[in-house]
């Protein structure tokens, strides 16, 4: 879930500003094919681009990592067992917090699939709706008005003439009135594959329902198809004059389907607008070359910083840095640990004690352990896209002067990420006091549970 709604936030925040961006440079040029292609194009990079890891470091790609942190630690859950002398399969309870700022991502997508499901519903019935009025019609020869094979269907009674993938659907009236006008301009959407435009543009929607610029990206998009076709008409030799007025006249009529390419699409002024103005100069082309790399800098800019997980090593001579980020309990500052492995302690021959009269105790109790482990776990970011849940058990022991050895997997949880997050934060655990049996201070061997889940 969480990385869902990362995706959507870093996917709609580029569509928005690549939609403004088209607005501003383009949308008043001549260039209707070169439009629809950027057009089309900068609303696919900003579906892809999300998706896509980039290395950056601005202010925006901090602030997006930091949301991003923030939402996906509410969709994931760290939690530890008490350790004890033997593997005991007790977890303790996700944060309060933590659980509240999950209930309310969980409201968010039911919220957003319902938007989703109600459009996509919506989406098919309209096309069931074309797909039955076009049965009703019959089909009719092309060959009078065009040369383009597509399918004639005519409807005897009062309909918009539109087209809607390679059908041409039109009122017996219309045909007879101004068929030729009509069939070149419903020819000239699919000729240019205008209907697998809009049906891209609806999934857009689809998807981007709550994002008001989304919408408008649609609505640009069927304004220029309708220049293209508009173009077209008037570059086969039709007079100007007589087709707008043509227009004009179509425009009192009813716009049936937003799926579909009416004639009478209701920017008539627009259209003649369009028709009338002087042809943009070859040199505003170069506008064009701005969208793109704007877009793609957009992209960079929104982007969360690409993260490399820290390996756990223990090689001689080695420096392991580790960055410790809340995901799971209290916020703690972001902190850097880092372990100087140059010099090896002697090794203690000394025997660990599985049970021993008093046993070796974190400082503060087992309450700040669990504090201590629940806000220094992080959840893998790998593990979360990859699904990867589990428990693991980690086996460590409490040396004579506290500290930590002998760290490993007892039982793994069968997703190395998982297995090597739980060895990092037990390993780099602050020193204990340590157990004694008899009175003496010995050493001794714990079992630590933890818990890797998704909700």
């Known amino acids: 879930m969480g990385a869902l709604l990362i995706y959507l936030m ?32 900068v609303v696919l990079l900003s579906l892809l681009f999300p998706v896509v890891e980039w290395e950056v470091n601005t202010p925006m790609a901090r602030i997006m990592g930091s949301v991003e942190q923030m939402v996906m630690s509410a969709d994931a859950t760290v939690a530890v067992g008490q350790p004890l002398a033997v593997a005991v399969d007790a977890p303790t309870d996700a944060s309060p917090n933590g659980g509240e700022q999950a209930g309310v991502l969980h409201y968010i997508m039911y919220i957003y699939l319902a938007g989703v499901l109600l459009l996509a519903v919506r989406l098919i019935y309209m096309n069931i709706q074309v797909a039955c009025l076009v049965r009703r019609g019959k089909h009719e020869d092309t060959s009078p008005f065009t040369t383009q094979r597509l399918r004639l269907m005519v409807h005897e009674g009062d309909s918009s003439p539109f087209s809607w993938f390679g059908i041409v659907s039109i009122s017996r009236t219309d045909l007879a009135e101004a068929g030729r006008e009509i069939i070149m301009h419903e020819a000239a959407h699919i000729r240019r594959g205008h209907s697998w435009d809009v049906l891209f543009a609806d999934i857009v929607v689809i998807m981007h329902w709550f994002n008001p610029l989304a919408w408008v990206m649609k609505d640009m998009l069927k304004d220029i198809h309708e220049y293209e076709a508009d173009s077209a008409v008037l570059a086969a030799g039709v007079d100007a004059v007589d087709y707008q007025l043509l227009i004009i006249k179509k425009a009192v009529g009813a716009r049936l389907y937003s799926i579909a390419n009416c004639f009478n699409h209701s920017i008539t002024k627009k259209r003649v607008i369009m028709m009338c103005k002087e042809k943009s100069s070859v040199w505003h082309i170069a506008k064009a070359l701005y969208v793109v790399p704007l877009a793609v800098l957009a992209a960079c800019t929104f982007s969360s910083p690409k993260s490399e997980e820290p390996a756990v090593k223990a090689a001689e001579n080695e420096v392991a840095e580790v960055k410790i980020v809340r995901v799971a309990g209290n916020e703690i500052p972001e902190v850097n640990v880092t372990s100087f492995l140059k010099e090896q302690p002697q090794v203690d021959t000394s025997p660990v004690y599985e049970e021993c009269d008093q046993l070796p105790e974190f400082h503060g109790g087992m309450n700040a352990l669990m504090r201590h482990l629940s806000a220094n776990i992080v959840y893998p970011k790998e593990s979360m896209d990859a699904n990867e849940q589990g428990r693991v058990l980690v086996a460590f022991v409490v040396e004579k002067d506290g500290s930590i050895s002998d760290v490993k997997i007892a039982k793994s949880s069968g997703f190395d990420r998982l297995d090597a997050e739980a060895v990092r934060v037990v390993r780099e655990m602050p020193a204990w006091a340590p157990g004694k049996h008899e009175g003496e201070v010995v050493r001794a061997r714990f079992v630590l549970p933890v818990y890797f889940r998704l909700k």
Request: aromatic letters at 6%; charged letters at 15%.
């Open 10 to 41: 870093k996917s709609s925040l580029m569509l928005a500003l690549s939609v403004v961006l088209f607005m501003l440079l383009m949308r008043r040029e001549t260039f209707h094919g070169i439009n629809r292609v950027l057009l089309l194009a």
